[in-house]
């Protein structure tokens, strides 16, 4: 596995080191040993897989809070998401910044509506305290969730994927989108003049 440090804190992407022959390709796609040489505490407890089929689709940007805050290890399976992170860490020096990769195990070809200067990776790893989303540049993406704690819907929160709090941008406006992610409450008023932090 080879990590890369982003520009939010304790957010990393991941890729692979592949293993080939006549047969294809083996890798190790998470090893608790090569996360606790990096100083990354993550026990796997639950997987989860979204399906989606219609290219745009987005789904985020999802968080739990505390005291059931989650770690993450996201990996796009089939197809390619546009992947973003928001910090939500209030004492973090990265507070409200976002930052987006690419998640696809192929050589994806950027289309026009990404930027070429956007990383791609085969997977992200978000500590707790972030919030995640993506959309999906390619019909039938499969994406993996593999979660460092179970799901409390008591705890599930999320924050807006078109809040000007953060700015963030997203390839085109999404062709999808369920309505509990449209319900989630702006942190800056949506008709606010004020600029994106």
């Known amino acids: 596995m080879i990590f890369k440090e982003t520009t939010i804190k304790g957010v990393y992407t991941i890729d692979l080191e592949r293993r080939a022959d006549e047969r294809g390709y083996f890798a190790r796609t998470y090893c608790r040993e090569e996360f606790a040489r990096r100083g990354i505490a993550c026990d796997i407890v639950q997987s989860s897989i979204s399906c989606n089929p219609k290219r ?17 290890l996201v990996s796009c399976m089939q197809g390619a998401v546009y992947d ?68 409390h819907p008591e705890s599930a929160a999320g924050v807006r994927w078109d809040d000007p709090a953060f700015g963030i941008r997203w390839p085109f406006p999404p062709a999808v989108v369920s309505e509990k992610d449209r319900s989630y409450e702006f942190v800056i008023p949506a008709d606010s003049k004020r600029e994106p932090i």
């Open 56 to 72: 745009g689709t987005f789904r985020g940007m999802h968080y739990q809070r505390k005291p059931y805050a989650e770690k993450k």
């Open 84 to 151: 973003v992170v928001v910090d939500l860490r209030p004492d973090s020096p990265t507070h409200r910044r976002w930052l987006a990769v690419v998640l696809s195990l192929s050589d994806f070809a950027f289309s026009s509506h990404v930027s070429p200067l956007t990383s791609h990776a085969s997977g992200i790893f978000i500590p707790e305290g972030c919030a995640h989303g993506f959309q999906t540049l390619t019909d039938d993406a499969l994406v993996l969730y593999q979660m460092s704690e179970f799901y």
